[in-house]
């Protein structure tokens, strides 16, 4: 089963930026669809953005578009998210996930593999 390890978090401005890193402790290549979620205390969890297998194609929730970036390095089977122009709103803890249940609903949290989370706080 992948094993996945955010980091990246921290505590930043609004207007300011941070970017988020997911390794996968094995070569899954380009094979699985991979996503970011996030959920703040007391709400459910959402996502965010998704990259499918191969890296082409990206989606992204409408409250992150234009403002975060999902990408993927292959070689070195890591997972980013580029957050700018953050809100407080951001605030929440991000998760990683790999190898959605329904590759048709890769914004749906309903993943086989999920990272133990990154806190991200974004003060006003």
């Known amino acids: 089963q992948v094993q996945l390890a955010e980091s990246g978090g921290g505590s930043v401005q609004a207007g300011g930026s941070l970017r988020l890193s997911c390794a996968a402790s094995?070569?899954?290549?380009?094979?699985?669809?991979m996503a970011w979620f996030r959920q703040a205390p007391g709400k459910e969890r959402k996502g965010v953005a998704c990259v499918m297998a191969g890296g082409d194609t990206t989606y992204y929730a409408d409250f992150v578009r234009g403002r975060f970036t999902i990408s993927r390095d292959t070689a070195k089977n890591t997972v980013y998210l580029q957050m700018n122009i953050l809100e407080p709103e951001d605030t929440a803890m991000y998760y990683c996930a790999a190898d959605p249940r329904d590759p048709t609903i890769c914004l749906r949290p309903e993943y086989n593999a999920w990272g133990q989370g990154t806190q991200v706080t974004v003060s006003s």
């Open positions: 094995e070569y899954f290549g380009s094979r699985a669809h």
